[in-house]
């Protein structure tokens, strides 16, 4: 891990329609951290998310990337583009194109609205593939690349959406609850990719997720929120059972998942 800051979170707040859904979230993560970002439903873990990489826009706050605004008490800075390029997504819903193959969902990136195209492949250089198929060989699906994404399993569409964060060159990948659609084994598989991604490439990772036993299996750190309040920062080793049942009361049964014996 170096020194460099990958992220910093200035007394970000943010209201719905007067709700509160972040409340003064500050936090800092370096460059090559892992890092997950747990709490029950509705604790603003997807709303920091967007924070990150300036899909919202804070009431008040600010959000750096390596150093560099990204936002401060809602205004974007120029550079967010800029920065956005080196942040890559992955979502629960797996938010591939299901009508392009999967070469081309790696090619175009997240851009949905590429819906006028039948066919996007001319577009892209001979190097352009090799890259796409190399990224697809990264993360074991390269015999999918000229499969149409609808017909992957849920843990397949995911590892395209991480070979599309290797191809766009992220630095940082957010990944908002990437496995709750999973099943455990392709959840396994998803986890393991992205803790190798963060040990061998050292890209920074910032995972939210509800499920504490994941976060134990594979993160070091832990950021615990609560109705949009940092209630926990540090190692999640002390982010135990007492503690969890400090911070959110009965609803740290929610935190604690059934039936996913293999991460316990
Ligand atoms: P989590 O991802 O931890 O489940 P969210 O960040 O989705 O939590 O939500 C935090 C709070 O903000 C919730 O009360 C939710 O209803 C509210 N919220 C999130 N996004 C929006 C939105 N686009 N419009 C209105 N309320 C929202
Ligand atoms: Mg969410």
Redesign the pocket.
């Known amino acids: 891990m170096t020194n460099t800051l990958a992220i910093e979170v200035n007394n970000l707040s943010k209201s ?2 007067g ?1 509160p ?1 972040l409340e003064k979230v500050s936090c800092t993560i370096f460059q090559g951290e892992m890092v997950a970002l747990v ?10 998310l ?1 924070h990150l990489n300036g899909l919202h826009s804070g009431d008040s706050g600010s959000v750096n990337i390596f150093g560099t605004a990204l936002q401060t008490d809602g205004k974007n800075h120029s550079k967010i583009r800029y920065l956005r390029s080196q942040i890559g997504c992955i979502f629960q819903q797996f938010n591939l194109v299901n009508r392009l193959t999967v070469i081309e969902n790696v090619l175009v990136g997240n851009l949905s609205r590429l819906s006028v195209f039948s066919s996007i492949f001319h577009l892209f250089s001979k190097e352009e593939k090799l890259q796409a198929l190399a990224a697809l060989e990264r993360v074991g699906i390269l015999e999918q690349a000229y499969k149409r994404a609808s017909m992957l399993s849920g843990g397949q569409q995911q590892r395209v959406a991480i070979a599309r964060c290797l191809v766009q060159g992220a630095k940082i990948i957010l990944a ?2 990437p496995i709750a659609s999973l099943d455990p084994e392709s959840s396994r598989k998803v986890m393991e990719l992205l803790v190798e991604l963060n040990q061998q490439s050292g890209i920074t990772v910032v995972t ?1 997720l ?1 499920q504490i036993q994941v976060v134990r299996s594979y993160y070091n750190r832990v950021i615990a ?1 609560r109705t ?1 309040k940092v209630m926990f920062d540090g190692a999640t080793v002390e982010l135990n059972d007492a503690k969890l049942k400090e911070i959110y009361g009965a609803a740290a049964d929610e935190l604690v998942m059934r039936g996913h014996s293999d991460f316990t």
Do not use: C, M
């Open positions: 719905f329609k709700k859904a709490g029950a439903s509705g604790s603003g873990k997807s709303t920091l967007r908002d609850e939210s509800h929120l949009g």
